[in-house]
């Protein structure tokens, strides 16, 4: 492992830990991706969905966030720890049975590695 996907792990664990010292527990979220495209750009037929867990901790829209932004009052924001792959705006994403789409992504990095990923999204 290299220092950047060590950290990654220790983010990883340290969301699980503060869901936990707020009584909520670990808070694990889901990301729908569509399946792989088959057939022409024009009638699109895609593979099976897939499933794709992460940690994530519910973050909050400051000031600047808003400030001559789309930004809803219903929008959420997450810290979501690395997974097996890199969320997308095209995802879907479902916390505590509710789906949001995801459209802005921002990967936190070091060195060229993501440590973890702020995502926001719409319901």
């Given at each position: 492992?290299?220092?950047?996907?060590?950290?990654?792990?220790?983010?990883?664990?340290?969301?699980?830990?503060?869901?936990?010292?707020?009584?909520?527990?670990?808070?694990?979220?889901?990301?729908k991706?569509?399946?792989?495209?088959?057939?022409?750009?024009?009638?699109?037929?895609?593979?099976?969905?897939?499933?794709?867990?992460?940690?994530?901790?519910?973050?909050?829209?400051?000031?600047?966030?808003?400030?001559?932004?789309?930004?809803?009052?219903?929008?959420?924001?997450?810290?979501?720890?690395?997974?097996?792959?890199?969320?997308?705006?095209?995802?879907?994403?479902?916390v505590?049975?509710?789906?949001?789409?995801?459209?802005?992504?921002?990967?936190?990095?070091?060195?060229?590695?993501?440590?973890?990923?702020?995502?926001?999204?719409?319901?």
């Open positions: 492992m290299t220092a950047g996907t060590d950290i990654a792990a220790e983010i990883k664990a340290a969301y699980a830990e503060a869901g936990a010292a707020v009584g909520s527990g670990e808070l694990i979220a889901t990301i991706r569509k399946g792989a495209q088959t057939g022409p750009d024009y009638a699109p037929v895609y593979g099976p969905d897939t499933l794709h867990s992460f940690t994530v901790l519910y973050a909050s829209f400051d000031f600047a966030d808003r400030a001559d932004t789309a930004v809803l009052s219903t929008d959420v924001k997450f810290k979501a720890s690395v997974g097996d792959v890199v969320p997308a705006a095209s995802d879907t994403i479902t505590q049975g509710v789906d949001y789409q995801i459209y802005r992504i921002e990967p936190k990095r070091d060195g060229g590695t993501d440590l973890n990923y702020m995502i926001w999204a719409r319901a």
